[in-house]
């Protein structure tokens, strides 16, 4: 007998002929966008013997829902912290996750954010389409800043972080990091990078990246406090998890120029942004974005 795997986003017909004949994929129809919510998923598990999932949460209520058959949540990405793995873990369930599929995807997508907020690129963007013509523009005016000699500080040097890392030196920025496992001597003088201590990144960095994991530990580790030691004219990038950066206080330091910018792709309430934030030109704001969305090859 055939097992059963439900994704719950649609996945391209190259991928489905991987699995074989001894695998049946039970996914949304409707190409590109479609997906499977919490209580499509549900009824499924029943029958289905493995999900992989896109961020859905998988609590204690949602595993008890699940038949004997059933034997293994997927996360497709790094992390999981939306799914209680230790309570699977009890039931018998495994828990996996697939980090090295998203490390360039979201090491790109960080860099983008960079750019777009140092260049104000989303903001001229919506200028020139409310104008409906192409303006003169003196280089740097409207508070872009060039990145190149500029330094940017990693905070969580994992994969993604070190990804992020290379890429950001062929920009031309200086590179500094921290996290509480160092790397080693020779991985920091491949990319050419500088540990430093937290407070110290935060206090010299132009550009500030974040690429840790969500645990407790690291809940609002930037909050009002940490963005206070950043220069005025620094900007937050955060691709990682919304619950490491306290909204509130992001949106003070945003609309009070404590900060000259910040570009997210994750939000502390999602799907939920704060309204506030959202009317800030100097905040560019993209959909948390799959690993890999939209990109084929």
């Not at 799914?83 to 960080?110: C, F």
């Amino acid at each position: 007998m055939k097992k059963k795997i439900l994704f719950n986003f649609w996945i391209p017909g190259e991928l489905v002929k991987y699995p074989g004949d001894d695998f049946e994929l039970v996914y949304p129809k409707e190409e590109i966008e479609g997906h499977f919510d919490l209580g499509e998923v549900i009824p499924y598990l029943n029958e289905v013997n493995a999900v992989l999932i896109d961020g859905l949460p998988f609590d204690k209520s949602t595993i008890d829902k699940a038949g004997p058959q059933f034997k293994v949540i997927g996360r497709h990405g790094v992390g999981c912290d939306a799914v209680d793995y230790r309570y699977a873990g009890k039931k018998g369930i495994a828990v996996v996750n697939t980090p090295q599929t998203v490390t360039h995807p979201t090491a790109e997508l960080a860099v983008t954010l960079l750019l777009d907020t140092a260049r104000n690129v989303s903001r001229l963007d919506r200028t020139i389409r409310r104008n409906k013509e192409c303006m003169t523009l003196f280089s740097f005016s409207e508070g872009s800043v060039t990145v190149y000699g500029k330094t940017l500080g990693i905070i969580g040097f994992g994969r993604i972080g070190k990804a992020v890392g290379i890429k950001a030196k062929g920009l031309g920025l200086n590179v500094i990091y921290f996290d509480p496992i160092r790397a080693s001597a020779a991985q920091e003088a491949e990319i050419g990078v500088k540990y430093v201590p937290l407070e110290e990144l935060l206090k010299i960095a132009d550009f500030i990246t974040l690429h840790c994991p969500y645990v407790p530990e690291n809940h609002h580790l930037i909050n009002e406090k940490t963005l206070s030691l950043m220069k005025l004219s620094a900007f937050l990038v955060n691709a990682s998890r919304g619950k490491m950066v306290d909204e509130a206080a992001l949106t003070a330091a945003l609309k009070n120029k404590n900060i000259a910018g910040a570009g997210l792709d994750v939000y502390e309430f999602e799907p939920e942004i704060n309204q506030e934030l959202m009317k800030l030109e100097n905040v560019v704001l993209a959909p948390h974005t799959e690993p890999g969305a939209g990109i084929r090859g």
